[in-house]
């Protein structure tokens, strides 16, 4: 038991550390084909910071048998958008709320409201669809729908990608070319889309390997613990992949860039809510009761709830955003009173 529980926290600190590489490579990419921060926030930040909690699932329900490992795959699938709209939701409201208190001017969150109206209505419409459909239709339309959820992501990155925003305005250097152990094989910042490429990928490979372990354990420690393996990884497995979103997001809104930090929390939302969506669609059982639909239910209510003060309001107050840890609270304490 202390043994997994041990792997289990070394195999999140890998996976969290190959987020970071991966997001530092293609925010060097993004800034190379000169995309604007609505792109780089809402697309190539929002899935490279998304791919921790993406794997986790895959690997669950491709790499591992049994049905508890198709429900760990179900309850992370589940999870990450709730935790994003609860949690990370929360976050960005409080840190917004102590930039304004430091620098002595009105609470709000003062992101792109145009960008963020559009990630949280395809947000709403996609993540109600794969969670109602199949409740009201059956089996049958889990096929389709799977189809109109990937369809619906290639628009959504046309539109964001077609619509006007500021451009980057900074960037941290490839961490690769920062070892010691690369003097001499790159002069510096001569060849920085290569090494940014090779990076994404060494990222890619340790976050895999760290999934692969990780997922080992939870089923050990769910079982151990006496919990439903569904939701114990919708609970504890998003908190901890979530990070690179929930540190990215409260870094940039601490220095004043909202635009980027919304659009990493409502980018990665939309791309959880349709991709690995569809996989859990097509490759497992795809039930979703009981607790688990409570979760969902919760993320559409806190994610409604903001793109109703985005839409009809001129400010975007923080404490809407807060509105997410109350309900992620609620639920915690739902879940812990079963």
């Given at each position: 038991?202390?043994?997994?529980?041990?792997?289990l926290i070394f195999s999140l600190g890998m996976i969290l550390l190959?987020?970071?590489?991966?997001?530092?490579?293609?925010?060097?990419?993004?800034?190379?084909?000169?995309?604007?921060?609505?792109?780089?926030?809402?697309?190539?930040?929002?899935?490279?910071?998304?791919?921790?909690?993406?794997?986790?699932?895959?690997?669950?329900?491709?790499?591992?048998?049994?049905?508890?490992?198709?429900?760990?795959?179900?309850?992370?699938?589940?999870?990450?958008?709730?935790?994003?709209?609860?949690?990370?939701?929360?976050?960005?409201?409080?840190?917004?709320?102590?930039?304004?208190?430091?620098?002595?001017?009105?609470?709000?969150?003062?992101?792109?409201?145009?960008?963020?109206?559009?990630?949280?209505?395809?947000?709403?419409?996609?993540?109600?669809?794969?969670?109602?459909?199949?409740?009201?239709?059956?089996?049958?339309?889990?096929?389709?729908?799977?189809?109109?959820?990937?369809?619906?992501?290639?628009?959504?990155?046309?539109?964001?990608?077609?619509?006007?925003?500021?451009?980057?305005?900074?960037?941290?250097?490839?961490?690769?070319?920062?070892?010691?152990?690369?003097?001499?094989?790159?002069?510096?910042?001569?060849?920085?889309?290569?090494?940014?490429?090779?990076?994404?990928?060494?990222?890619?490979?340790?976050?895999?390997?760290?999934?692969?372990?990780?997922?080992?354990?939870?089923?050990?420690?769910?079982?151990?613990?006496?919990?439903?393996?569904?939701?114990?990884?919708?609970?504890?497995?998003?908190?901890?992949?979530?990070?690179?979103?929930?540190?990215?997001?409260?870094?940039?809104?601490?220095?004043?860039?909202?635009?980027?930090?919304?659009?990493?929390?409502?980018?990665?939302?939309?791309?959880?809510?349709?991709?690995?969506?569809?996989?859990?669609?097509?490759?497992?059982?795809?039930?979703?009761?009981?607790?688990?639909?409570?979760?969902?239910?919760?993320?559409?209510?806190?994610?409604?709830?903001?793109?109703?003060?985005?839409?009809?309001?001129?400010?975007?107050?923080?404490?809407?955003?807060?509105?997410?840890?109350?309900?992620?609270?609620?639920?915690?304490?739902?879940?812990?009173?079963?």
């Amino acid at each position: 038991m202390g043994t997994s529980i041990f792997f289990l926290i070394f195999s999140l600190g890998m996976i969290l550390l190959a987020a970071e590489g991966f997001t530092n490579g293609v925010e060097l990419v993004g800034r190379r084909l000169s995309f604007s921060q609505a792109v780089v926030g809402s697309i190539l930040a929002a899935v490279g910071t998304a791919l921790p909690e993406t794997i986790l699932p895959l690997v669950a329900i491709f790499a591992h048998t049994g049905s508890a490992s198709k429900d760990i795959g179900v309850g992370a699938i589940l999870g990450a958008p709730f935790m994003l709209a609860t949690v990370g939701f929360f976050l960005i409201g409080i840190s917004s709320w102590v930039v304004a208190r430091r620098d002595r001017r009105s609470a709000e969150v003062r992101a792109d409201r145009r960008s963020l109206r559009r990630d949280l209505l395809f947000f709403v419409v996609m993540y109600a669809a794969a969670v109602f459909l199949p409740i009201m239709l059956g089996h049958a339309v889990v096929r389709p729908l799977a189809f109109f959820l990937v369809a619906g992501y290639m628009f959504y990155i046309y539109r964001t990608v077609a619509s006007e925003s500021a451009g980057m305005e900074h960037f941290e250097d490839l961490h690769i070319i920062k070892f010691p152990v690369w003097m001499g094989w790159i002069e510096e910042k001569k060849a920085p889309l290569r090494w940014a490429l090779v990076q994404i990928v060494l990222s890619l490979g340790v976050m895999v390997f760290g999934a692969h372990i990780f997922v080992r354990h939870l089923e050990v420690v769910s079982v151990a613990w006496g919990m439903n393996p569904l939701l114990f990884a919708l609970l504890v497995a998003p908190v901890a992949t979530e990070l690179p979103e929930k540190f990215n997001s409260v870094t940039w809104t601490l220095k004043g860039k909202d635009t980027l930090a919304v659009g990493n929390m409502t980018g990665a939302m939309v791309f959880q809510a349709t991709f690995p969506v569809s996989i859990g669609l097509l490759f497992t059982p795809w039930k979703v009761e009981g607790l688990a639909l409570v979760s969902a239910v919760l993320a559409l209510v806190s994610a409604g709830a903001l793109l109703y003060v985005a839409t009809t309001s001129v400010r975007v107050s923080p404490w809407v955003m807060m509105l997410g840890g109350v309900l992620y609270a609620a639920y915690a304490l739902m879940v812990g009173l079963t």
